[in-house]
């Protein structure tokens, strides 16, 4: 599997490091609700088909992507980098092309 980094192009899953659903919300950090809790740290969907995940690319630029992936096929539908220097190096792609 091959994902499209924004900074490095496209490199094997090997350089990445999955960071979870990008879909979870945190409950509140005062929220003393145990189920919302338990909910936030364990349960998590098994969906077949396009998936919103978390990937780092901690074997190159380290830059936060957030990434649409087909869980039956493994297609990235979209990558977008994430941080305060997205908005930037987003900058910088586009004006060297
Ligand atoms: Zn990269």
């Given at each position: ?22 879909t ?6 005062d ?50 980098l ?11 792609r586009?004006?060297?092309?």
């Amino acid at each position: 599997m091959l994902i499209p980094c924004p900074c490095c192009g496209p490199r094997s899953v090997a350089e990445f490091t999955y960071g979870g659903d990008a879909t979870l919300v945190r409950p509140p950090a005062d929220s003393t609700d145990p189920d919302a809790w338990c909910r936030y740290v364990y349960a998590r969907a098994n969906p077949k088909g396009a998936h919103l995940e978390l990937w780092q690319h901690s074997g190159g630029c380290r830059c936060w992507l957030r990434v649409v992936r087909d869980t039956a096929n493994h297609t990235i539908m979209r990558v977008e980098l994430l941080g305060p220097w997205a908005e930037a190096i987003e900058r910088k792609r586009v004006a060297a092309e």
